[in-house]
């Protein structure tokens, strides 16, 4: 049960960090960011 559950934890925080690159890479080119979410926000 604790596998299944580090499991999507890690799995959640991968997903998070893979939308902060778009979050910083669109801040970087000048993108006005209104909202950072997860999925359809």
């Known amino acids: 049960m604790i596998t299944a559950v580090a499991s999507?934890?890690?799995f959640f925080l991968l997903?998070?960090?893979?939308e902060l690159g778009h979050f910083l890479?669109?801040?970087k080119v000048g993108i006005?960011?209104?909202e950072f979410s997860i999925g359809f926000g």
């Not at 997903?15 to 893979?18: L, S, V």
């Open 8 to 10: 999507i934890v890690i």
């Open 15 to 18: 997903i998070w960090i893979h």
């Open 25 to 27: 890479a669109a801040k």
């Open 32 to 34: 006005v960011v209104k």
